[in-house]
């Protein structure tokens, strides 16, 4: 349960309905992370079309590699969980599962690895990011900066989500008890799945 009182599904109208709406259609649910966005909507709208910039010149792939990374070690469970779960229907469930072991290099390529150390090193202290590691990806592993800034710019903006979150008390929802057992529990890294099952909008 969230810190801060929230509107619930039945109680929502005007602009926190759509917002709901909006997040009920893509999950099936209204998630928790979506409730406390409650008293301002307009924040979740101009986050999603910042997402979507960002999301647009990538592929999913490296889309989820570093958003996967970025969320794991910001030890955020909702993000870790619905990237961890998206990731593992493009890699595998093993290869999920070893990299949040800290065992990239058995189920990447070594620039795969670096993208995910980048992602990792973003979310945790960005001021210890020195221009070799940067020079590095770029003379090394192939990327352009155009495709540093991407993953930088996925990296950063997990963050931005996931503290505010966590920073309101926003709970994994239930639903992803759904998942395959030891993939949900390897990816459960902060808070824990909530007990309660989560709303939905009357019909």
């Known amino acids: 349960m969230a810190f801060i009182n929230t509107i619930s599904a039945s109680d929502a109208t005007d602009a926190v309905q759509a917002m709901y709406a909006r997040q009920e259609g893509a999950w099936g649910y209204v998630p928790?992370?979506?409730?406390?966005?409650?008293?301002?909507?307009?924040?979740?709208?101009?986050?999603?079309?910042?997402?979507?910039?960002?999301?647009?010149?990538v592929d999913s792939r490296r889309l989820e590699l570093a958003t996967f990374a970025a969320a794991h070690e910001l030890r955020h469970s909702s993000c870790s969980l619905a990237h961890g779960?998206?990731?593992a229907k493009i890699i595998g469930k093993n290869a999920v599962m070893a990299i949040a072991a800290d065992r990239d290099s058995e189920v990447l390529s070594a620039a795969e690895k670096a993208i995910i150390q980048f992602a990792r090193r973003v979310a945790k202290d960005a001021s210890q990011i020195d221009a070799a590691e940067v020079t590095a990806l770029r003379e090394i592993h192939g990327l352009s900066d155009a495709d540093v800034f991407d993953i930088a710019a996925i990296a950063a903006s997990r963050a931005f989500f996931t503290k505010l979150l966590d920073a309101l008390g926003s709970e994994p929802d239930q639903e992803f008890t759904g998942m395959d057992d030891d993939l949900c529990q390897a990816l459960t890294v902060g808070r824990p799945i909530a007990r309660t099952a989560a709303e939905r909008l009357p019909r």
Request: net charge positive; hydrophobic share 50%.
């Open 32 to 57: 928790d992370y979506a409730k406390v966005f409650c008293h301002r909507p307009e924040v979740m709208a101009r986050w999603g079309q910042m997402l979507a910039e960002i999301k647009r010149p």
């Open 85 to 87: 779960a998206a990731l």
